[in-house]
């Protein structure tokens, strides 16, 4: 008898297990979250949905998309997603691979020939369409987004100055704009679509997502959430020339579709194999350094790491200037989470993700959002200390440089030195100390305030990131630009090679 009693014990206690981890959460601290960011200016809308098991359990918006009466925030509402803007290209990519038209392991250039890379190193190898899947092709940061009365520079032109290999390729995971506008380039040479027709025919029409597209200088786009930049609309429309990079606009509605469609929750839509599908979110070269973020590498178009019970997690954020998107997905619990805004914070979609997680139990480990998460002060390694001098590649010109590194400071010097670059001679920048340079291993970051020479761009100060890989006695790796104020947003990488001093 008190064996039955034992056993109907055990029972009871299992039905009660199974009714709480069935049971909904209550997603109204989601709701209370948003309200808060928009009435305290900290974001001008907010638009979040949720999905577990392939249905909907929370959709919401709060805020003003656009001026005018219509301009009340929906979940319906097309915002710019920005880089989540990759998982579809690369989704795009895979699916010409599934039609045995691509082969992902062939260099990019079987297919777009005239697209010639620069090597630093004239013994790397072409990179092929899974390097630039994964960010592992050994290409720089770029990013070019200009106002619509400004003038468009095209990719071909960009990738002219820009397509330059400073890595080995399959060696380090390095974030690439690039790599996606030359994969959107493969879709259009291969399919004979454009990118945006491409896009629209094989996954937003066949995944019946109804409000999402590629974004198109020529059309009006009269019910979509303009962006935000301090609190005010701005007066036009922002355009991306790395079109695979960022170009797309979606719902929070339309992204839980594309989301569960990853899960393999969208039946009618087979396009991809299971094993295709989790190849895109596992992939990891184990012979490639993933130094950014705490246990998270970068599969095919999606970021991907594990919750702090163990269980896999893949996700991809999105950021420019006036908006934000974030897009979630915990495949153990079949859950998808959505968040899109027209005010650029990465760190509240970060946040919002977070608190909605929390409500189904999913709680994530310390620094996955953290790219320097990994990274020690530059005073914890000895070797740095001393003076390393080089050059600066722009153009055709070699800038001389040194990097002065001392237990209490660090300084980054150009010589005195007036360069052309492209059209316009500009003066550089002399002598300025780091905001920081961290080390992990032989990966070295810094970040400095400076001028530089951007060739038809006006002059500005510039945010000068530094990337370093340490080789014996050098220093091998890239610096990026970017604008510090005015309307353009641009991110610009150099060649940057440095030698340690003897004495």
């Known amino acids: 008898m008190r064996t039955l009693k034992l056993y109907g014990l055990v029972f009871l206690l299992s039905i009660t297990n199974l009714f709480a981890q069935q049971k909904e959460p209550d997603l109204s601290v989601v709701r209370e979250e948003m309200d808060q960011l928009v009435a305290n200016g900290a974001l001008k809308s907010v638009s979040v949905?949720?999905?577990r098991g392939g249905k909907t359990v929370y959709s919401a918006a709060v805020g003003t998309a656009r001026q005018g009466d219509s301009g009340t925030a929906t979940p319906f509402t097309p915002y710019q997603i920005a880089s989540v803007t990759k998982p579809f290209t690369a989704t795009g990519i895979m699916l010409l691979a599934s039609q045995n038209k691509i082969d992902i392991d062939d260099p990019f250039?079987?297919?777009?020939?005239?697209?010639?890379?620069?090597?630093?190193?004239?013994?790397?190898?072409?990179?092929?369409?899974?390097?630039?899947?994964?960010?592992?092709?050994?290409?720089?940061?770029?990013?070019?987004?200009?106002?619509?009365?400004?003038?468009?520079?095209?990719?071909?032109?960009?990738?002219?100055?820009?397509?330059?290999?400073?890595?080995?390729?399959?060696?380090?995971?390095?974030?690439?704009?690039?790599?996606?506008?030359?994969?959107?380039?493969?879709?259009?040479?291969?399919?004979?679509?454009s990118y945006a027709q491409f896009m629209k025919k094989e996954i937003f029409q066949a995944l019946?997502?109804?409000?999402?597209?590629?974004?198109?200088?020529?059309?009006?786009?009269?019910?979509?959430?303009?962006?935000?930049?301090?609190?005010?609309?701005?007066?036009?429309?922002?355009?991306?020339?790395?079109?695979?990079?960022?170009?797309?606009?979606?719902?929070?509605?339309?992204?839980?579709?594309?989301?569960?469609?990853?899960?393999?929750?969208?039946?009618?839509?087979?396009?991809?194999?299971?094993?295709?599908?989790?190849?895109?979110?596992?992939y990891k070269n184990p012979d490639v350094f993933y130094h950014y973020y705490k246990d998270t590498f970068y599969g095919l178009g999606w970021y991907a790491?594990?919750?702090?019970?163990?269980?896999?997690?893949?996700?991809?954020?999105g950021g420019t200037a006036g908006a934000s998107a974030m897009l979630f997905i915990v495949p153990d619990r079949e859950i998808v989470i959505s968040i899109t805004s027209n005010t650029f914070n990465s760190a509240i979609m970060q946040q919002l993700t977070k608190t909605a997680l929390s409500e189904f139990g999913v709680k994530l480990n310390e620094g996955i959002f953290n790219p320097i998460a990994n990274y020690k002060d530059i005073a914890a390694n000895s070797e740095l200390i001393g003076k390393w001098s080089g050059s600066l590649q722009i153009g055709e010109t070699d800038i001389p440089v040194d990097l002065l590194i001392e237990e209490d400071d660090i300084y980054f010097n150009y010589l005195d030195h007036t360069v052309v670059s492209h059209t316009m001679p500009q003066p550089l920048f002399i002598k300025?100390?780091?905001?920081?340079?961290?080390?992990?291993?032989?990966?070295?970051?810094?970040?400095?305030?400076?001028?530089?020479?951007?060739?038809?761009?006006?002059?500005?100060?510039?945010?000068?990131?530094?990337?370093?890989?340490?080789?014996?006695?050098?220093?091998?790796?890239?610096?990026?630009?970017?604008?510090?104020?005015?309307?353009?947003?641009?991110?610009?990488?150099?060649?940057?090679?440095?030698?340690?001093?003897?004495?």
């Open 49 to 51: 949905s949720i999905s």
């Open 109 to 193: 250039t079987t297919y777009l020939p005239d697209y010639n890379i620069k090597k630093v190193d004239s013994t790397y190898h072409t990179p092929t369409i899974r390097e630039l899947l994964s960010h592992t092709a050994g290409l720089g940061t770029y990013f070019y987004v200009t106002p619509e009365h400004e003038k468009q520079i095209s990719f071909e032109d960009s990738w002219k100055h820009f397509g330059t290999q400073f890595e080995e390729p399959g060696t380090v995971y390095e974030y690439s704009n690039l790599g996606y506008a030359l994969l959107s380039e493969i879709i259009e040479e291969v399919s004979g679509l």
């Open 208 to 282: 019946e997502m109804k409000n999402s597209f590629v974004i198109d200088p020529q059309e009006d786009y009269s019910n979509t959430a303009v962006k935000s930049i301090n609190d005010k609309f701005i007066d036009g429309e922002l355009y991306n020339n790395t079109e695979g990079a960022g170009n797309i606009y979606s719902t929070t509605e339309d992204l839980l579709k594309f989301g569960n469609f990853h899960l393999g929750l969208t039946n009618e839509f087979p396009a991809l194999s299971e094993e295709q599908l989790m190849q895109m979110h596992t």
């Open 305 to 317: 790491s594990s919750d702090n019970s163990g269980s896999p997690i893949y996700w991809h954020e």
């Open 432 to 503: 300025t100390g780091f905001l920081f340079m961290m080390v992990n291993n032989n990966r070295i970051i810094g970040s400095v305030v400076g001028n530089l020479p951007k060739g038809e761009l006006p002059e500005s100060r510039n945010l000068l990131n530094i990337k370093f890989i340490k080789e014996g006695n050098k220093l091998k790796g890239f610096l990026t630009a970017f604008p510090l104020g005015g309307e353009l947003h641009y991110a610009f990488p150099y060649y940057l090679e440095l030698t340690k001093s003897q004495n």
